[in-house]
């Protein structure tokens, strides 16, 4: 009989629990929907995958995580270009240039100012010899593009082996409906 109990007790709290956090709060968000006020702080951001990995020094992550974009060209575009400059002999020369034309200073003047820009009327891509920086595809190879735009230097023929992470694809084909990620593994 004392197993019982326990047994009807435990499922008697179990119960209440799950009524309880199953219950309809929806009605105190308000007319104006949910209430958003309150402090918020930015943790991170990467709107160009591994830039923010690479030209920012590790003293500088948090005061580069939290600076809006329109601040971060002028506040690392120096740092960036050092670091650009310390890393790729495809800038070692002044007046060295990429294969976009860029030189050493307007190159990390675009990076510095990390966001992914979107094109609302043509192509769609980081990089496809023609169009760049004009969005990301999910198939685009973003990191053997910025590979090459570091050390590929003019004609993207500059230190081939530093020059792709050879992963040309993703292991799983995209989808071509809504949400197009790959199905999960």
Known sequence: MKFNTIKLMAIAVLVSITAYNC?????????DGPDFSGTYAQEDQMGRPAVNTVFVSAGTKDMFNTTAPSAQGAAFQSMFQANLQALSPAYA?????????????????????????VSLDGTT???DGTNVLTGRALADDVITVELL???????????????DDHVDANDKAFLSTFPYLATPW
């Open 125 to 127: 891509t980081f990089f």
């Open 149 to 163: 735009l570091i050390f590929g230097g003019e004609d993207f023929s500059e230190n081939p082996g530093l020059s």
């Open 23 to 31: 219950s309809n709060d929806d009605d105190n968000n308000g007319p």
């Open 93 to 117: 020369n002044p007046g060295d240039q990429n294969a976009l034309g860029l030189d050493a200073a307007t190159f990390t003047t675009v990076l510095a100012t990390d966001v992914l820009g």
